[in-house]
């Protein structure tokens, strides 16, 4: 048989002193409290006795960093896959982003096309390659679970692809915090999400969670 639950995790906290749109741009790892978060997210699986047979993260500073908890508590090594990577955006490495691109007529075509969006990588492309990984974890062991350390934007495409729901969205609405587990379990020839939790919720409060695409 594959995998019996995929977890989807997002990474913890990233040190991001200037606040701005960190994307794929390297070098942005996670804070002090984002390795706590990491390791309570990892902790709470754990503490449950999740049979975490594979580990695989996406391949930015912050995803393996967050990924390391997991490694050690679980005995494993961190596979890496590009299809759990941040979506582009042309707003990387600024702040501000869509707002001040309205006074900046040459970049007008950025945003054209909100329910793409036309700012970076489709909506349909991000669920779409997201879900393979997905998958792709779910047949790559014959027992127990897999965790798949993404990136907020992937995880909630995969969210609302599940649901049915259209793609596009408020980002404020997001239900997809720093170190949550969003699971998921194959039933006939779908995945179902059965699960949500935030285990670093205690430390949420002294989180910033800025600079997510």
């Not at 996406?58 to 390391?68: I, K, V």
């Not at 890496?80 to 600024?94: A, K, Q, S, V």
């Not at 997905?134 to 934007?153: E, K, M, P, T, Y």
Request: hydrophobic share 45%; charged share 25%; with cysteine.
């Amino acid at each position: 048989m594959p995998a019996d639950l995929i977890h989807l995790v997002r990474h913890g906290e990233v040190e991001n002193p200037e606040g701005v749109l960190y994307g794929r741009i390297p070098g942005f790892g996670l804070s002090r409290l984002g390795h706590r978060m990491a390791s309570a997210s990892a902790d709470s699986l754990k503490a449950h006795g999740a049979p975490v047979r594979a580990l695989v993260a996406s391949p930015l500073q912050r995803t393996r960093e967050s990924a390391a908890p997991w490694a050690e508590a679980f005995g494993l090594e961190t596979a890496i896959d590009e299809r759990l990577i941040e979506p582009t955006n042309r707003y990387e490495g600024r702040r501000g982003g869509f707002a001040k691109s309205v006074v900046r007529p040459a970049e007008w075509p950025w945003i054209v096309n909100p329910l793409k969006p036309s700012w970076g990588e489709a909506y349909v492309s991000i669920a779409a390659r997201t879900l393979a990984a997905v998958d792709a974890a779910w047949r790559s062991i014959d027992d127990g679970d897999v965790v798949l350390v993404s990136h907020q934007l992937p995880i909630w495409m995969v969210h609302r692809s599940l649901l049915g729901q259209r793609l596009f969205h408020d980002p404020r609405r997001r239900r997809c915090s720093l170190s949550s587990i969003t699971t998921l379990a194959r039933r006939g020839d779908a995945f179902v999400e059965v699960d949500y939790r935030e285990p670093a919720a205690a430390l949420q409060a002294a989180a910033v969670d800025t600079g997510a695409v």
